[in-house]
Structures are given as C-alpha cells and as structure tokens.
C-alpha cells in the first residue's frame, strides 16, 4: 500500500508538513498544494527538511498553486516535479489512497 | 484627531482571505484622514510576491492593488527582515518598494501606533 | 438577474453590475445606458475607458475621490472635480460609471 500524502497549509504556519513527513513511508508521495507550495521553495528554512525526506518519498507540487503565488520552476527545489490539476488526477490513481494533511 | 492606524498582516495570499479583506480595509480606512502604516511579517511578506499569475487558479490576482496604495496615500509600507530571510525571499522579488525591519524595530513601530488591525 | 447583448445573456449581481468582466464590450455600456435614460456621449467614454484602464493595471476599481484627481492628471483639471464628474453621471460616477464599465463596485466606497 502506498499514499499520496497532499499538504495545502504553509509549512511556516501549521505543522502539517512535519506530521506529513513524520509518517511518510518509503515509496509514498507528497504532493504540495495551495499554500503548502512554499514547502517546496529553495532557500527557505524548510529547504533542508524536505530535501532529506526526498531520499524516500517522491515530492510533487501543483504547478496553478505555485503560480498563483508568484513563484515558477526555477524557484524550487531540484527533484520536486511539477504537475497540473491533470497530473493531481493521475497521482490520485497511482497511489492506493489519499491521505489529506489538512 | 487624527490616530496612528497600522495594519499587520501575517497571512499567505489565497490559502485564506485575510489578505483580501486587509486590502479592502486599508483602502476604506484611507478615506477617514488616518496616518495609515502596513506591516508585513510572517508568511504575510508572500502577500507581496512579484509576477502572481492565478489564471490557472481561477481567482482573482488581487497583488496590483498594492501599486495602487500610493494614490490612497498609503505610502508606509513595512516588512519583516526575517521572515523574508526565512522564505527565501529579496527586497527584489516584492512588488512594490517597502522598508525593510528587524524584528526589535518592529516592536517599536507596534509600540508608536495607536491602533492595531491584524490580519 | 442579466442583461442581454447581441443576443447573448450575460449575467449581473442583484445591483446590476456584470459578474464576469472578461465578457465585456462597449454595448454592455450602451445597453445599460439606455435602461437608465442616459446618453452616452465622448465625455462618458473618456471616464469609462479611464476606468477599464484603471482597472487592468490595480484589479480594483478607484474610490470616486482617487478617481476625480485622477481623472484630473490625466484628462485636464476642468474634469477632475466631483461636478464634472457627477453631471455625466448622475448616479455617481464611482458606481454608475463603474458599472457601465464592467468592473465590480469600487473598492472603498460604502
């Protein structure tokens, strides 16, 4: 069984991402969305955090999210893949089930 | 009289409508002869993020309105040294031009200003 | 409620104004004119171009008194006073004019 875990709150106010990445197995998926896209950022005193958890769970974030804020690619970290609300549907059937840190 | 109002804003863009409604607030608060401040601090200094393109979201990007407080002779516009160092973010990526405060000046502007909005 | 243009309805809030600004053209302006009884003459047009202008550039619409010296800067200073500005519309020239303009109601008028 694997999840896709999505985040929607900012890491720098709720402590969603930290539960997330907590109970995070090897194999499952976070997806960063609405707010929860500034987990994804460079340089940001969460930078460090998340791209530890990349060695086990494969990192996405919602592309519309991130560019609502006005952020682009270039501004996240490497290894974190872009998807739109179409690659948000595919994500949901890849993985067995959704878990929403909300 | 005329009061020191300052309008602190601590709230990300989007995920919640505090920033909305501080906009709204601070443009109808400029109409009654008030020595208006805003303070950015906490995740509230991505309120002022550069190049915000919400057509794929579907709401309103409301960011130019920002460009727009001068005219409202909202003039004053502050942010929090460190929660933009904490974000990654440079004086560079904001959208309009602010004075930049380390958390001990803030104190201070929170302790000049007769009034408090939070947002 | 709605307005119809061209044969196409486009929808409006309870106060008249259009709900989606990306549908609108001048004969939205001209249609709902004429269901005020009032002309539309060049003057009406400079305010309500200013206006769509404002709008793309601020995403909100101005407050009458950020309009009126706006207007002022930009058309000349005989049209920048809330009489001017008043007389082309009757209604107020925040809220009528906004309206003909397909913008919400200003931001900071009560």
Known sequence: MSILHTVNKSPFEKNNLESCLRYAK??????????????????????????????????????????????????IIDGIKMVDYAGFVDLTIKYDKVQAWL | MIKKCLYLNRRAPYGTSYALEAIDTVLI??????????????????????????????????????????????????????????????????????????????SDLMDEHDVIFSF | MSI?????????????????????????????????????TSEHWEVINFLR???????MAPAVRILTRAIGKKLGKEKGNARYLYNLFPYGPGKQACRYAGLPKPSGCM
């Open chain 1, 26 to 75: 090897l194999g499952s998926a976070v997806l960063l969305i609405e707010d929860g896209i500034y987990a994804a950022l460079k340089d940001t005193r969460f930078e460090k955090e998340v791209a530890t958890a990349m060695k086990d769970v494969s990192f996405y974030c919602l592309e519309p999210d991130l560019k609502a804020r006005g952020f682009s690619a270039a501004k």
């Open chain 2, 29 to 106: 608060g400029s109409a009654f002869d008030q020595d208006i401040s805003l303070l950015f601090i906490d995740d509230g200094v991505f309120q002022l993020k550069r190049d915000q393109d919400t057509t794929d979201v579907e709401m309103k990007n409301f960011s130019p309105a920002y460009s727009a407080f001068e005219m409202y002779d909202v003039e004053k516009l502050y942010v929090s040294k460190e929660a933009m160092a904490a974000r990654g973010l440079k004086k560079r990526d904001l959208i309009v031009d602010v004075e930049v405060l380390s958390d001990s000046a803030i």
């Open chain 3, 53 to 59: 202008e404002f709008y793309d550039e601020f995403a």
């Open chain 3, 4 to 40: 119809e243009i061209n044969g196409k309805t486009l929808e409006t809030d309870k106060e008249g104004y259009l709900m989606e600004l990306s549908l609108w053209q001048p004969a939205v302006a001209e249609t709902m004119a004429k269901a005020d009884k009032q002309e539309l």
